[in-house]
């Protein structure tokens, strides 16, 4: 869970199939500003799967100043989704608060209902034969593809908002963009929505910011991309198959550490062979034949005599 120490007592993750997702640091984070502390991490992101951001407050938030509540507005691929408020009151006897934004709300003017549609990760697709309009504005939209943001504001309630109806986000089950409007970027997954569903009017409040704090006082970001491109930008490591015969695919330095591993082996074998093997104890004489001729007797001939001792301490 994403938790920024600035802010005490606020936290916020990701779930998909009600389990939180793991969460790898992001290398390139942004530098931390007093004003506005920012948590960057990365999920892995799941094809067709739908998922949740979890909100949650606790007592070790600080309350109190000028009666504020806490607005918590998502934002998914740089789109606006429906906000959160949490006030001190929310909070259970132990002093905690968790929800979830799991949908959108969406209000349809021609047939004059309301609609909800849960959020899903969808794999991307792409097209090659894209109008250069088509690349011109998928490349917009890629700009902030895969990057799920909470922003936390501390707001004033002004009571129940009456007649807002925000607008049909039309955005469906398809994940297309152009192929080169994704070149160099490591993106796996786009956000899109579940089939809407018919729900009774939601209530919305009047919230307004505190014009002393220049905007929110946290913001949680998380980058969401499939395993392998996780991989890919050395999020995660590499995961190297265990049953592969060969050396294809390993880096050099793999390759260097199974040799020198495998060298380690011989050398040990070696080593204990070595301690097992039988000492073999050879002494050498020299006799010589005087029964040799005189002619002979400068060329003593030379008889060795072999003895052997052998040591069977070793059996």
């Known amino acids: ?29 942004p530098v931390n500003q007093a004003a506005q502390p920012t948590s960057s991490k990365y999920i892995e992101s ?31 691929d740089s789109m606006s989704l429906r906000g959160l ?3 001190k009151k929310d909070l259970s006897v132990d002093g905690r608060y968790a929800s979830t934004i799991k949908d959108t709300n969406e209000f349809r003017r021609e047939t004059g209902s309301w609609l909800s549609r849960n959020l899903k990760f969808s794999a991307v697709k792409t097209i090659d034969n894209a109008s250069k309009e088509r690349i011109k504005k998928d490349i917009e939209v890629a700009r902030d593809l895969g990057v799920i943001q909470v922003k936390v504001y501390r707001k004033t309630n002004h009571g129940i908002l009456h007649g807002y109806k925000p607008h049909y986000l039309g955005k469906g089950s398809a994940c297309e963009f152009a192929e080169k409007s994704l070149k ?3 993106i796996s997954h786009g956000a899109t929505f579940s ?12 919230c307004r910011d505190l014009p002393e704090d220049n905007g929110p006082i946290a913001i949680f970001q998380f ?4 395993k392998q491109a996780l991989q890919q930008e050395l999020i995660i490591p ?16 793999e390759r260097d ?7 380690e082996q011989i050398n040990e074998e070696k080593r204990i062979k070595k301690e097992n093997m039988p000492v073999i104890k050879r002494e050498f004489d020299e006799v010589f034949d005087l029964t040799e001729d005189d002619d002979n007797s400068g060329r003593h001939t030379k008889i060795p005599r072999i003895s052997e001792a052998i040591d069977l301490t070793n059996e």
């Not at 869970?1 to 984070?29: F, L, R, S």
């Not at 089939?195 to 009047?206: E, G, R, V």
């Open 1 to 29: 869970m994403a938790v920024i120490e600035d802010v005490p007592g606020v936290k916020v993750k990701i779930h998909i199939g009600d389990v939180d997702c793991t969460e790898y640091d992001d290398p390139d984070a």
């Open 46 to 76: 799941h094809d067709d799967t739908e998922f949740g951001i979890n909100i949650a407050v606790d007592e070790n938030y600080q309350w109190g100043y000028k009666n504020h509540v806490l607005s918590f507005q998502a934002y998914i």
């Open 85 to 87: 408020m949490v006030q």
């Open 184 to 186: 160099g970027k490591a």
């Open 195 to 206: 089939a809407a569903k018919t729900i009774q009017s939601p209530q919305y409040y009047d």
């Open 223 to 226: 980058h969401y991309r499939s």
């Open 238 to 253: 590499t995961t190297v198959s265990t049953r592969s015969a060969t050396f294809d695919g390993l880096s050099e330095a």
């Open 257 to 263: 550490r199974l040799a020198m591993e495998r060298l």
